[in-house]
């Protein structure tokens, strides 16, 4: 990923009005790499690709799971870009919902 690289976060608050934040993406990673007490399972549904040139958009669905009990679902998007030293993520975008999952 790029050292610039931002996580954004979208959902919908209590009160229905929508939510989104931005959070430390080395964070995230150092979170998500780490062990937990509860298996963490995200399972992507679905996928889209799409690319032109050097930039590539990655539109994924998924379901995710602690432990055997379901969480949230969602769609994670990615942005990428292409330098001299390869392929880099320069954004992620998540949402996080809990009704209407497949």
Same mark, same amino acid.
Request: aromatic share 12%; glycine share 6%.
């Given at each position: 990923? =790029?050292? %610039?690289? =931002?996580?954004?976060? *979208?959902?919908? *608050? ?9 959070? %430390? ?6 979170? !998500?790499?780490?062990?937990?007490? !509860?298996? =963490? ?16 958009? !990655? ?6 799971? +602690? ?6 679902? *969602? !769609? %994670? ?6 330098? +001299? ?18």
């Amino acid at each position: 990923m =790029r050292d %610039d690289a =931002r996580l954004i976060k *979208g959902y919908t *608050g209590e009160n229905t009005l929508p939510v989104v934040t931005e959070d %430390d993406f080395h964070a995230f990673l150092a979170a !998500v790499g780490s062990k937990h007490e !509860v298996t =963490r399972d995200e399972r992507v549904l679905s996928y889209e690709i799409k690319i032109d040139d050097d930039p590539v958009q !990655v539109w994924t669905t998924y379901v995710f799971y +602690a432990g055997t009990q379901f969480s949230h679902c *969602g !769609v %994670d998007a990615f942005q990428l870009v292409r330098d +001299a030293s390869g392929w880099k993520i320069l954004n992620f975008t998540d949402t996080r919902r809990t009704k209407n999952c497949r």
